[in-house]
């Protein structure tokens, strides 16, 4: 019977992308608090749009990072390395949940404002006929 | 005469430094079917290093691994839990703290498709841990369930290190039967500690580990008579 190393069993695919999720999740809002203080510390308006989470690597990077580091306090890794899963699988299970919403956001982010500037297109057209 | 058992896996001329300190230099051990072989050692002689390395847990500094003809330099616990080799370390926990034993020994029977595990729980009397959180056990009932579980598995290798540690003489009884069973179903069982008596009572093969090197002593008989092994690791008393 040939095993995979990769498709982890149950219960762990959950364990890890709820872990994941939740790692994400704290980790944008961290930086959201930390942002806003150090505008209100400057006295610098913050545009909403920069709390926002997406286009940060970095958080996905922290996030896998720390879901491996739990996953070693809780003896998980050893466990799963007995079952003949290594560390690219937690790696991979942590990584798909942070990156797929990291990515969602970002297209949302820049997406709306994509269609914010196509939606401004032609009443910028309307101006200019007004105008004339 | 009967064939020797076949080794299943090898630690070939192992040498392992951390830092300035060289733990092994040339450590050679074997772990064959159906055999229990003690590695016994003073403290800081390599036992768990050695163990470490042929569990994958650990990269040597220079020497090879067979397993079944398969040679590696390198390798991963978890390439060799698939080749069916199953760890139980002395100073990290098998078992997840945020599963119940239940849970462990469901994982490990769909993982690789083994028979329920009742027989081994009843054997170990551990049925009123089945549902409770392995991080609320203490630390004879974790050693219990953490053995339940090589049981279940029912591995082609076990490397068990210090496995009677901290463990009730009437546990430790349920210990050696459970390590005979395995052998006896064709398990080679790799065991290290400094309870001699329960080592030498369960052990098949002696090696000694010592200034870096090993050296098979042959089954506990043997080991009781070498006159260095009495001298420098069981000491004078010993009769």
Redesign the interface.
């Known amino acids: ?1 040939k ?1 995979s ?1 990769l498709s982890l ?4 695919p959950g ?1 890890f992308i709820r872990r994941s999720v939740a790692y994400w999740a704290l980790l944008h809002g961290m930086r959201a608090l930390i942002m806003a203080f150090a505008a209100s510390l400057a006295k610098q308006p913050l545009p909403p749009t920069a709390l926002l989470p997406g286009g940060n690597p970095l958080v996905v990077a922290l996030t896998i990072g720390l879901g491996m580091l739990e996953a070693r306090r ?3 890794d ?9 560390w690219p ?1 937690i790696a991979l299970y942590l990584a798909f949940p942070a990156t797929a919403l990291e990515a969602a956001f970002t297209v949302a982010r820049f997406g709306w404002g994509m269609l914010a500037a196509y939606a401004a297109l032609p009443l910028a057209g309307l101006r200019a006929v007004f105008a004339s | 005469m009967s064939a020797p058992p076949e080794a299943l896996l090898v630690a070939d001329s192992i040498g392992k430094r951390f830092g300035e300190h060289k733990v092994l230099s040339a450590a050679t051990l074997a772990a064959h079917r159906g055999v229990v072989t003690a590695l016994v050692g003073r403290n800081g002689s390599g036992k768990s290093t050695l163990l470490r390395i042929m569990s994958g ?1 650990m990269a040597p500094d220079y020497g090879i691994l067979r397993v079944r003809g398969r040679v590696y330099t390198r390798t ?4 060799m ?2 080749e069916g080799l ?2 139980l ?1 002395a100073d ?8 119940t034993l239940r ?2 020994l469901d ?2 029977r ?4 083994l028979p329920a595990a009742d027989e081994v729980v009843e054997e170990l009397k551990i049925a009123h841990l089945l549902d409770r959180y392995v991080g609320t056990y203490s630390g004879g009932e974790r050693r219990r369930a953490e053995l339940a ?1 090589a049981l279940a ?1 029912a591995p082609e290798v076990l490397l068990a290190d210090e496995p009677f540690l901290g463990i009730t003489p009437a546990d430790t009884e349920l210990f050696i039967d459970a390590f005979r069973a395995l052998a006896r179903r064709g398990t080679a069982v790799v065991l290290t500690g400094h309870e001699v008596p329960f080592i030498l009572a369960v052990a098949d093969r002696v090696t000694w580990i010592t200034a870096g090197t090993t050296r098979p002593l042959g089954d506990p008989e043997a080991a009781r008579r070498d006159f260095q092994f009495r001298r420098d690791y069981l000491g004078t008393g010993a009769a």
């Open positions: 019977m095993l190393g069993v149950a219960p762990f364990v809780r003896d998980e050893l466990y799963l390395a007995n079952l003949g899963y290594g699988a | 847990l991963r616990l978890s390439r839990a698939r199953f760890l370390p990290r926990c098998t078992l997840s703290r945020t599963l849970q462990h994982t490990m769909r993982r690789f498709a579980l598995r």
